[in-house]
């Protein structure tokens, strides 16, 4: 029997519970489509809550001998500079550390559900550090060479979000915007990704069903400037830009006010990770009109332009060697996920987009090479559905990235391979209105 800590979940999550109109103005494109329909249940219930991870990640480091080091980095409500958005800390974010901070090995890093509906990546994260634990001599050369720190479920706030009592992941965070807590003026704008009325996507009542815990996607709220801290500028400055459409926006950093993405940003400063690895989950496509497989997993090495920091002037772009390295990152793993012709080998490229406030654009403005993995389906949509094979998509190339990185033979991948992924293409629709094909 699973313990929670908030509320008996039940052993499939019924979206029907939201009774209403079954209706839906523009169905998917065929019958039996990957998206459920307004009475189908979608089970969760192999997915971990948040106790069930901490107590998992607890034996886990009681059983590697000293292999892997647990740590809290921080906590939901409480990032290590005291930035405090409530009485409570919130919830714990673990950072699971193999090897340490040492300039003669290479270093990766790697985050999961930085929006809490998209489980299966740290589900995948938690198989990859039992492996990690083990005392195989393949493992114990990847560890001599290479440090590898992972950060499972960096939303946990949203991961274990209720609606009506009921389990229902979300894909923003728990934080109410007050912006005289951080001494501005009662009446600025809350930065542009904030959910106001703490809404989420559904497969009926026009999308969207709103459990009322306002938040933040905390991927966009990352800032270039990796030291920006709302506190330490003018606030007539800040107010000013926040009040201004035209600066308040996704072609800008986020403005860390998420306990969660300023404690990922200290890990990262810490580490200074060679390569930076953050697992999504997405919609749905088939490889072309030809074939009509099934895209398990979108990637992308490039997600921001070069940034000017609009407070202070300075300039980013992403190094031309990282970039490289980045392409040989997600080369390695299309080629990885290859095994004739089946559903694994069916990869994509995910779509062009310019995000600098996301964590995969700010680290990569900061000297990480960077791969996005987008694995297809969420928890409103797919639930835990061929959880098994979609994890796999994630373990597979993470491994070999591993190796690679560890024998130097990752710099013989040729960036070529990645700049000929697919295009993403044949998109199926979302039946819903939230439907947004740029939203990693
Ligand atoms: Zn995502």
């Known amino acids: 029997m699973k313990k929670w800590t908030k509320a008996v979940i039940p052993a499939t999550v019924a979206l029907s519970m939201l009774a209403a109109s079954p209706v839906f103005a523009d169905p998917q494109s065929r019958p039996n489509g990957p998206y459920i329909e307004n009475e189908q249940n979608v089970s969760l219930s ?11 990640l607890q034996k886990l480091e009681a059983s590697a001998k000293g292999k892997m080091k647990l740590e809290i980095a921080g906590y939901s409500n409480l990032s290590p500079d005291g930035y405090q958005t409530d009485k409570d800390k919130g919830e714990p974010l673990y950072v699971v550390k193999f090897g340490e901070v040492d300039p003669t090995k290479k270093r990766i890093f790697i985050t999961t559900q930085i929006h809490g509906n998209e489980q299966i990546g740290t589900e995948a994260a938690i198989d990859i550090i039992q492996k990690l634990s083990s005392n195989s001599a393949e493992v114990n050369n990847i560890l001599k060479n290479v440090s590898i720190w992972i950060m499972p479920r960096i939303n946990p706030e949203g991961s274990d979000n209720l609606y009506q009592e009921k389990w229902y992941p979300t894909r923003y965070t728990h934080q109410t915007w007050l912006p005289a807590n951080i001494q501005l003026p009662e009446n600025t704008r809350a930065p542009w990704y904030y959910n106001s009325d703490g809404s989420e996507r559904a497969q009926n009542n026009n999308g969207r069903v709103v459990y009322g815990i306002p938040g933040y996607d905390q991927n966009r709220d990352y800032n270039p ?4 801290r709302i506190e330490n500028y003018d606030k007539t400055t800040i107010a000013n830009f926040l009040n201004n459409r035209s600066t308040n926006n996704s072609n800008y950093g986020g403005f860390f006010v998420t306990a969660e993405a300023r404690t990922v940003s200290g890990v990262f400063k ?30 992308a090495a490039v997600v921001a332009d070069p940034y000017t920091d609009p407070f202070t002037g300075q300039q980013y772009e992403v190094d031309a060697d990282v970039l490289k390295l980045g392409k040989r990152v997600n080369a390695l793993a299309a080629q990885s996920l290859q095994r ?12 062009k987009v310019n995000l600098p406030g996301t964590a995969l654009g700010t680290f990569a403005l900061n000297d990480a090479a960077i791969m996005l993995m987008e694995i297809k389906g969420q928890s409103q949509t797919l639930g835990q559905k061929q959880a098994g094979m979609l994890k796999e998509t994630v373990k597979a190339p993470l491994y070999d990235l591993f190796k690679a990185l560890a024998d130097g033979s990752i710099h013989n991948v040729d960036p070529a391979v990645y700049d000929a992924i697919p295009e ?5 629709s979302d039946p819903t209105t939230r439907d947004n094909e740029k939203d990693f």
Do not use: C, W
């Open 46 to 56: 192999s997915f971990m809550s948040n106790q069930e991870l901490y107590e998992t």
């Open 225 to 228: 400037n990796l030291d920006f």
């Open 270 to 299: 810490e580490f200074r990770p060679d390569v930076f690895v953050d697992v999504h989950h997405r919609g749905f496509n088939t490889v072309s009109d030809e074939d009509n497989r099934s895209v398990p997993m979108q990637l």
């Open 340 to 351: 004739g012709f089946s559903h694994f080998g069916a990869v994509q490229k995910y779509p």
């Open 424 to 428: 993403s293409s044949n998109r199926i």
